[in-house]
């Protein structure tokens, strides 16, 4: 069971993960994201905000199976990560990804709440890793990713903040 200070740290990871503190949160960076703008590779920028998109999608999953997983199968990196096609297949391409998104980080989440969340131990199939690790990895990976998904949005002409 998590003592109230493990609370407390578990409150503000949840805080962190979900954005808005110090930073813009995923559900409003990615929110109105026009169709025709989707897979424009802006000049100068290595990847379009589908790419981008889908990296957070998959860099979050592999995240959270490693987390709960003892017969996690390490990913490729960065082969796997990248999404080589720079524009969605369709809508339901886009729609499907973003909403993948919010039910890894609602199911991690549920990790860190779990009445017997233990944030320290290292996983007995990591180097290392613990939970407490992984949850300031999606944080800092996916804030990373919002704010380029913003400077991209403004590069396109689609950001209105």
């Known amino acids: 069971m998590a003592s109230t200070q493990d609370k407390e740290v578990i409150k503000y990871l949840v805080k962190f993960i979900k954005g808005g503190q110090a930073f813009a949160p995923l559900k409003v960076v990615l929110g109105d994201v026009p169709a025709q703008k989707r897979g424009i590779v802006p000049e100068g920028l290595p990847y ?16 959270l199976d490693f987390s709960r ?36 980080e609602a199911e991690f989440i549920a990790l860190l709440e ?10 007995s199939w990591g180097d290392g890793q613990n939970l407490l ?7 800092n990976h996916n804030s990373h990713h919002a704010g380029q998904i913003i400077l991209m949005r403004r590069l396109l002409g689609i950001w209105k903040n």
């Open 48 to 63: 379009s905000l589908w790419q981008l998109v889908e990296h957070i999608r998959i860099a979050q999953w592999d995240i």
């Open 69 to 104: 997983n003892p017969e996690y199968k390490e990913t490729k990196w960065p082969d796997d990560y990248w999404p080589k096609e720079t524009i969605p297949k369709n809508e339901a391409a886009w729609e499907n990804s973003i909403k993948q998104i919010f039910a890894d």
């Open 114 to 123: 779990a009445p017997d969340c233990d944030l320290y131990t290292p996983f």
């Open 133 to 139: 690790r992984e949850a300031m990895l999606i944080a």
